[in-house]
Every structure is written in C-alpha cells, then in structure tokens.
C-alpha cells in the first residue's frame, strides 16, 4: 500500500506537463544530489519518479547510470539510484521558486516526506547541504503564502520541517498535490468535528453527573427534615417544591418549576431548594 508521502509525489508528477514544468522540476530534483564515489548521486523511493527521472535526465544530455535495490526481506519500498558524471545545467536557481513552484516540488520529492495525516502532520525536507537549507528557509518563508519553515538536526543533516496542518496544505498544494492537500484538511476537518462532539459528550455526560448527584443530595436532605420534624414545619413554598422534589427525583430544575403552581423558573427552583438544603445541613450540624 502506497504511503501518502508517495501518493502526493505522484501526484506532483502528474502535475508536470510542460517542458518548462519538466526543467524546474529537475532543477530542484538536483538540488538534492549528493556527491558519491562515481559523481552526483539522486535517489528516490517513488516508482513515479523512477519512471520519469531517465526521461528528465535524457532531456538535459547528461549521462547518468542507474542502480536499483529490492528489499524484498524487510519489505520496504525499492530504491532507485541515479549517478551523474556532472550536474548539468538547468538555468534555474533556488531563488526562482516563487515563480516556479515545481524546483520546490522537486526538492520534495527527492529530500522529502508527509506524514500521513491520520497518525499526525509533518513535512520535512532533510538536506546535506547546511548554508543551502539556510538560504532555503528565508526564500520559502518570503513566498505567498510563506512556509515558515523551522529546522533541526539529524545526524549531518539540516532539516526543514512544517508542523501546522494549514502549512502543510499549503506547501501541498504549492507543489502540485492539490488532491493530498483537500485529502489532508478533509481529515483535518473530520478529526476536528470527531473532537468537538466527544468534548460535547463529555461535557453532557458531566453535567448529566452533576445534576444526578445535585438530585440525590436534595432527597436526602428532604428525607432528613422530613423524618426529623416533617415537611409540614417547613414554610408552604418549600413543603410544594419538597414534595414534588420527592415525586420526580429524576427530573431537572426546570422540570420541577413546571409542576409548580404557579409555575416557577429554574433559578427559583433553585433557590428554595437551597434553603432546604441550607435547613438540612443546619439540622446535621446540631448536637
């Protein structure tokens, strides 16, 4: 099963359509490149790009041999290894991103990885080069709309990364994954609905504790007075509400303002029941 980070690298392949898109895709495949035994090394783990990288190179006549690994034991994905004697030139530079946003999706897809948006959101781009990543970040976060990029270190790596959902859909959506980016802010969106309604939920089910407890403390201070010196000592307003407190223990304070005559509101139910409540305690506080 393809990974996301792969899926919105085809994708960005499929954006590729003129021999313009074709060159700045390729000048930023080869800001990547890192230097080997035999010349400039690129490598990729997307069966897209390995499809389209001979046909990239060929473009620019540069000769280039190529080395592929099946892991089949661990499972994980085929690499493609691509050597050049020499970088060639492609006329674009990482200054021209604004204007040509596929340098960007070819430094991506070379150097970079999504998460999938289900376990989390991370973009990154790891590279070699740690004075190129530097100028890298200031042109991505001068870019409408700007990546504000941060970045770390991993081992002899720099790298640049975005955390924030809406970046990362952004900087999708930049390269040409638009259908990754809708993907990811549609999950975004779901999580966020998925999270509001539990917190309701929750919210609910507390309240639903509260005022079960609230309920079962005013019978029990009902009971007390009751037994102690009867209801018909307490004044008439609180005999009406004790009583009908006793015939609807489940029943909310609004609920019991309506069997009320007249009716009552819920915060003068509330108020007689804390002066039993008040009567009660008085009476547990007596020698």
Known sequence: MSS????AKTEICGAIRSDADRRAFLAGCLMTARH???GAVLHTECTAIAAIMPKLLASV???????????TRTNKPAVWEYTLSALPETGFSAEDIPQHPLILSGLFSLCGSVTDPNSGYHLELVLADADFAVRLQKILAEMVPP???????????????LKHNEQISDALMLMGAQNSAFSLMNLYAEKNLRSQTNRRMNCDLANIDKTVAAGEQQIRDIALIRETMGLDALPEDLQE???????AP??????LGAMLHPPLSRSGVHHRLARIAKIAQKMRTQP
């Open 4 to 7: 996301f980070s792969n899926t």
């Open 36 to 38: 080997g035994t035999g």
């Open 61 to 71: 006549k540069t000769p280039f041999t190529v080395d592929t690994e099946y892991r």
């Open 147 to 161: 990546l504000a990029m941060k970045t770390a270190q991993r081992n002899q790596y720099t790298v640049l990364y």
């Open 241 to 247: 509400i004790a009583r009908v407190r006793l015939d």
């Open 250 to 255: 489940e029943s909310t304070l609004s609920e």
